[in-house]
């Protein structure tokens, strides 16, 4: 609507105030001549003075009327300017709600004019915006639509990428293990035949390159599962030390060829339990050792543990792997933990290898919120610590430390060459009471216990290295032998060669033990608790495994041909008869015919693959009560072939390639009592394989004095624990209790093999394994073997402590 042209606000209502006061001052001016007229009549008509009065009141009263007419015109005049800007806020309040289609109406108010228009142009953005906003969201859906279709078909190309990898790794695992497996069960039934020495030391070299072909191959395996994922922490409780010595024993026939001192500094009389990833944990170690004695042409290699903190909460420990080797520049320090990453990466370097090993180490230890570092400068050896802090442990029913009674003034002489390691066993040996000598060299060791022969103070028992560079070992022994003094001189031998006992026995040279290096200090006190005693210390159980043994038919389920020969002379070498099958369908065929033991059936065959001709034998042996013992035999290191295996109903696992002991020891869990027998080579009679005489030949030499007391002390509070335990699975066998059972299970397991029922102890194993992954139905087709084992080892065990002294 169009008020023709507008003035300001300023102009308006200064133009309004002018009109008021000059309508008011004429009002004024008229009603002033009036009210002076009237008087001016009154006056001459001779009027009194209050009637002035009146006249002059009169005049005030018309001037407040006046002003009050001005004042209301002017208020009138107001609200007209007001009342645009009233419906002006009106409109404004509809916007707010989103009508947008109101406008505010035209003003003659220049100001409000102004007003009107800038609101009307605000509205009409704010239409436009929306509109655009709208049809923008449209095309937003859309392209958000299409985006989350680009990232699923991405996350879908990339999961198949990783499953391909997977995969791959699976393949080339099982296409490499399978030849790898055939050479090196070749190269161990060679070495076991008459060979000449040439031949030997040929065998010898290729079965060493296997292994170390191995190496690389587990090492590319392992650091390929780390990078896509697919490697995780399997958490248990078990012996730090026990670890730690194991590592290091490793490498005690690689050292001693070249000379090394392999030393282990690790603190005495501590518990040292502990939960966490006890493989990958031996891998860090057995990775840096191997390194250490790889780079070293002379010295020693030192293990050292060094306790940070031990609390209730867990173990902050330090470990450090020391040698005396080529060391490394420290521009290459970083570097070495880069995978395929070495300090010298040139064609001519002397050291091969991968270069992933560190790498492999750094990332286990970052995976145990650990830190890994060198310290190192060329020439002058290397120094690789781990600092890692782990939650405490528990193994049930632990043997007890060997106790060396009547100590006290018990004087011992150490002779050793390598002041490192005498001063490991000073500490060993004066924090358990002795009176500890120390002798750098045979010669001085002479002299010693001469001089202490003189003084009245004989040595009760010698401790000593046979490497020495100024008087070895052997001939220290024969001078004590010869001197006559000397001669009943009791002596603890130990050395890096593993013929030495032999070397002893040739020569006709009498000691109380001979111990292999590097010294485990429950191999030390043992042998010294013996010593002491007058009581020679156990046989070690390798020896008395030698020679062993079994009974029993074997289908042998195997595609490939080397493998398959490898496999047969094997089994035949310990007494098995064998019956084969080149596909799962052949092996069905064949137990369709004929009675077996025990299956070894290889995963990836043609026609019928293992898992599935393991399906198949399930399905024809369910409620018929019977379980036939299928144990897979697979070239795949993969995380998850285990749990196949089980799903397909497998009993258990053995990954290629695998050595005549491993298949010993699985066949052994599984072979039925009555054919399970363990005999020795030279024809002794037959032992019961429910329990292991070794076992308990090392708990009668804890306590030489008491042996047999103490077995069946020993004995006994494994029945009586064992019952309680029983107890416990049965009641979580009733409830479905998978962490109960898992529970019973693994503290059965621990005590089994401290007294020697392994079968059982296995078999516990698998069923703590099955409970904790909470596969019950797995776990309960494995019950019934489990008590039937049991009941063996509790009539061994009864009918053992009835021939026992009370």
Known sequence: MNLGPTVSLRARLASINSHVLWLAIALVCVLILLTAGWLFLSVGSGGTYPQL?????????????????????????????VEPLRELTGRMAEVSVGRLDIRADASGVTEIAQLANGFNQMVEQIRERDHWLSTHLGNLEQIVAQRTRELRLAKEAAEAGSLAKSEFLATMSHEIRTPMNGVLGMTELLLNTELAPTQR???????????????????????????????????????????????????????????????????????????????????????LLGNAVKFTASGEVFLRLRIIEHSEKGLNFQLTVRDTGIGIPLEAQQRIFEHFAQADGSTTRQYGGTGLGLAICQRLVDMMAGRISVDSQPGEGASFTVELALPL?????????????????????????????CDILTAQLAGRGFAVDLADSGVRALSMANAAMADGEPYALLVADMEMAELSGLDLIRALRADGRLAATRVIAFSAAPDMSQQLAGAG?????????????????????????????????????????????????????????????????????????????????????????????????????????????RQGEAGSGRHLPVIALTANAMKGDRERCVAAGMDDYLAKPYSGEALFAVLARWLPAERRKAVAASGRREVAAALDPAALDKIRAL????????????????????????????????????????????????????????????????????????????????????????????????????????
């Open 201 to 287: 030391q040929f065998v010898e070299a290729v079965e060493r390159s296997g292994k170390h072909l191995l190496g690389i191959i587990n090492d590319i395996l392992d650091f390929s599962k780390i990078e896509s994922g697919k490697l995780e922490l399997d958490v248990v409780d078990f012996d730090l030390r026990q670890l730690l010595e194991e590592s290091l024993e490793l490498f005690a026939q690689q050292a001693g060829k070249k000379g090394l001192e392999l030393l282990a500094d690790l603190p005495p009389d501590e518990s040292l339990v502990v939960r966490g990833d006890a493989l990958r944990l031996r891998q860090i170690v057995v990775n």
């Open 509 to 617: 040279l009498a000691v109380a033990a001979c111990l292999s290096k590097p010294l485990r200090q429950a191999d030390l006190l043992a042998a010294i608790a013996a010593a002491l005693s007058r009581r020679a210390p156990d046989e070690s159980a390798k020896a008395q495994a030698a020679g062993r043994k079994l009974r029993g038919r074997v289908l042998l389920a195997e595609d490939n041909e080397s493998n398959l020969i490898v496999a047969c002379a094997q089994l035949e070498r310990i007494g098995l008869d064998v019956v084969t099958a080149s596909d799962g369908q052949q092996a069905l065929d064949v137990l369709a015919s004929e009675a077996v033991d025990v299956v070894l059936m290889d995963c990836q065959m043609p026609v019928l693959d293992g898992f599935a001709a393991t399906s198949a034998l």
């Open 703 to 806: 306590s030489p004095d008491g042996a047999e007391a103490l077995v069946r002390q020993v004995l006994a509070a494994y029945l009586k624990a064992a019952g309680r335990e029983w107890e416990r699975f049965d009641r979580g066998l009733a409830d479905g209790d998978a962490g109960l059972l898992a529970s019973a299970a693994h503290a059965l397991k621990s005590s089994s093999f401290n007294v020697g029922a392994n079968g059982l102890a296995e078999r516990c194993r698998e069923i703590e394994q099955l409970g904790r992954e909470g596969q019950i139905r797995p776990l309960l087709a494995r019950v019934d073997a489990l008590r039937a084992e049991w009941g063996r080892v509790e009539a061994g065990l009864t009918a053992l402590l009835g021939e026992l002294p009370a």
């Open 53 to 81: 009065l009146a006249c002059f009141g009169l005049i005030v009263l018309e001037m407040a009327a006046v002003l009050a007419i001005a004042l209301r015109l002017q208020a009138r005049h107001v609200e007209r300017l």
């Open 393 to 421: 442990g528990k193994l049930p029913d632990p043997l007890p430390v060997p106790v060396v009674s009547n100590v006290a003034g018990r004087r011992l002489l150490i002779v050793d060459d390598t002041p490192a390691h």
